[in-house]
């Protein structure tokens, strides 16, 4: 496969992200097993990602993560410088075969506009753009900017415009899913996981609840807002509540955190993390919204910890019902749920996800899109 592919992770984070961050995970997932698969790799990205690639392009030393909490213009400037430095290094040179796209909205616009002399296009969305139909527009480049989904679901839900130029979807994987099956069982412990953003769409409020009702402990690991550690959150005072992800854990969360059954570590990484997620009785997903990848609900399979969750966007295609987790429409049921996930196979969870999950079923699924969107381009 001798193809040079320009992948676009944004301005952001660095790549592999220092702790949260789904998008540049997904990248720092995907880009070792294409170059497995001979794909030279330029990584448009910011200058502190460490990622082994062929050749990195970048307009920022470090990740603007931070400034997502300034007004939105000053946000869609920072994503714009970033594109323009793409776009200048595209129209720089001839030896980018395909774009794979990552920045929402602005990127795929920029990409758009450059329409015929731009190199063929694959943008993934990773959200859920239901709402969202504005921040597409119509989607044109000549034919040659194409999109996936993470999910079937997260595409059903998508504006038209996006339908009509998607050639699929591919579910996201994990390192961790590699020999998954072969790994040795860790010690369970008492607590119920929630691993992600705070945020109200992830339901860290509804997980809290749950966990003063049937008694178990539960750990909620995951930035809220710009903040990763609770020290930061409480040292930013009042001004942190502009971020309404703040509001939402100071007001909704925070009245049932006691430290004690209820506990927020913060952001967790690297092994900290996997050892957090495999000892966990379960991982609890109490969506509020329709979940378009579901990152954290892989690696919890890969590490042998079953899904409880609503069954909202992606869940259903990730989790079979009765075996790899337990899914219902109904959050009032979720506590006889994560009762009855004892009796899931643990082991069964690492199996499923050593088959769907790996990065290489992933990589291989993009280079099969790769060829699809540069046949659509007519690119011989
Ligand atoms: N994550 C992490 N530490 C945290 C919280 C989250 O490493 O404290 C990682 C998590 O393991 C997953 C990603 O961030 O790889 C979140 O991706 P996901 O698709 O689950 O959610 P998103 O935030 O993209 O909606």
Not at 92 to 104: F, G, N, P, Q, S
Not at 248 to 268: I, K, M, N, S
Not at 299 to 327: D, F, K, N
Request: proline share 7%; glycine share 10%; aromatic share 4%.
């Amino acid at each position: 496969m001798s193809l040079t592919v320009l992948m676009n992770a944004g301005p952001w984070l660095s790549v592999p992200p220092p702790g949260y961050g789904g998008i540049e995970n997904v990248i720092a997932t995907l880009v070792p097993e294409l170059r497995r698969l001979g794909v030279r790799v330029v990584l448009a990205s910011v200058e502190s990602s460490t990622l082994p690639v062929d050749e990195k392009v970048s307009v920022f030393s470090e990740g603007q993560f931070a400034s997502l909490q300034r007004p939105y213009n000053q946000v869609c400037g920072i994503a714009q410088a970033h594109l323009a430095g793409v776009v200048r290094e595209l129209r720089a040179r001839d030896d980018i075969d395909l774009v794979h796209d990552h920045v929402e909205a602005v990127g795929l616009a920029t990409l758009a506009a450059m329409g015929p002399t731009g190199p063929p296009t694959l943008h993934t969305l990773h959200w859920d753009l239901a709402k969202h139909p504005a921040l597409y527009g119509s989607l044109d480049g000549g034919g040659r900017v194409r999109v996936n989904g993470v999910s079937a679901s997260q595409l059903d839900r998508a504006p038209r415009a996006l339908r009509e130029h998607s050639v699929g979807h591919v579910h996201l994987s994990t390192p961790l899913a590699v020999d998954a099956d072969r790994r040795s069982r860790p010690e369970k412990g008492e607590h119920l996981l929630i691993l992600g953003r705070i945020n109200p769409g992830k339901g860290q409020d509804v997980g809290a609840r749950l966990a003063h009702q049937v008694g178990f402990p539960l750990v909620l690991a995951g930035p809220v807002g710009p903040y990763h550690r609770p020290a930061e959150l409480a040292a930013a005072g009042d001004e942190a509540r502009q971020n309404p992800d703040v509001r939402f854990f100071l007001d909704e969360v925070a009245p049932h955190v006691d430290g004690d059954l209820v506990r927020w570590v913060g952001t967790v990484a690297g092994q900290e993390r996997d050892d957090l997620l495999a000892s966990a009785r379960a991982s609890l997903f109490p969506l509020r919204w329709e979940e378009p990848g579901g990152t954290a609900v892989v690696e919890s399979l890969a590490l042998g910890t079953p899904v409880v969750a609503t069954t909202r966007g992606c869940l259903p295609e990730l989790i079979e019902h009765g075996r790899t987790g337990l899914l219902t429409a109904n959050e009032e049921e979720l506590g006889e749920l994560v009762l009855a996930a004892e009796l899931l196979d643990v082991d069964e969870c690492r199996r499923v996800a050593a088959q769907r999950f790996t990065p290489a079923v992933m990589a291989q699924r993009y280079v099969e899109l790769y060829q699809r969107v540069r046949q659509l381009a007519s690119v011989p």
